[in-house]
T-cell receptor, first 115, second 115 residues
């Protein structure tokens, strides 16, 4: 079946521009996560959505970062006024349940380069 | 505070050798979960195992085995008779506390298996 998809796969933008990254979770998965992976680093939690509940935004690094999830499915991560330190791979994951009985399935990521 | 340390940045072995990837974690929670993920060169993370803090039983799955020791706060991963296809970056992760859906990842260990 279809896995988690993300678009674009690569994005090059100029410093100061806004970018939008998209995540399509696996159909039926109620939980959705965004992570950031900087070069040679582990994954940094950004935000978590569960159904219609308020998202857990505790990992967002600054107010330039925001995310929404429409209709409990597709999610968009927006970075405003991008900075060079925002350059990283942004990973999205989804899981069938918010409990940990179900594993997280990761997408291929969006590689963001801010010049 | 939650923290995961993977001290081995990169390991190189020759095919058929056994290799152990170390993971040390820090948490003040009594209930927590530990995970291992594999990130092959293609980039998509693949779930390998989940362990809860109340289950210290070691687990074996084919050539993979995991050694969970609460006394040393370690959750090490051993690959027996390594193969070239095992080459990847392996991440250890921890979740716990009030928000089990917030994962803390280690910085990863890159495993190179040479033929």
């Amino acid at each position: 079946g279809a896995g988690v998809s993300q678009s674009p796969s690569n994005k090059v933008t100029e410093k100061g521009k806004d970018v939008e990254l998209r995540c399509d979770p696996i159909s039926g998965h109620t939980a959705l996560y965004w992570y950031r992976q900087s070069l040679g680093q582990g994954l940094e939690f950004l935000i978590y959505f569960q159904g219609n509940s308020a998202p857990d935004k505790s990992g967002l690094p600054s107010d330039r970062f925001s995310a929404e999830r429409t209709g409990g499915s597709v999610s968009t991560l927006t970075i405003q006024r991008t900075q060079q330190e925002d350059s990283a791979v942004y990973l999205c994951a989804s899981s069938l349940s918010p409990t940990l009985d179900y594993e997280q399935y990761f997408g291929p990521g969006t590689r963001l380069t801010v010049t | 505070a939650q923290k995961v340390t993977q001290a081995q940045t990169e390991i190189s072995v020759v095919e058929k050798e056994d290799v152990t990837l170390d993971c040390v974690y820090e948490t003040r929670d009594t209930t927590y979960y530990l995970f291992w993920y594999k990130q092959p060169p293609s980039g998509e993370l693949v779930f390998l195992i989940r362990r809860n803090s109340f289950d210290e039983q070691n687990e074996i799955s084919g050539r993979y085995s995991w050694n969970f020791q609460k006394s040393t706060s370690s959750f090490n991963f051993t690959i027996t008779a390594s193969q070239v296809v095992d080459s990847a970056v392996y991440f250890c992760a921890l979740s716990g506390g009030y928000n089990f859906n917030k994962f803390y990842f280690g910085s990863g260990t890159k495993l190179n298996v040479k033929p």
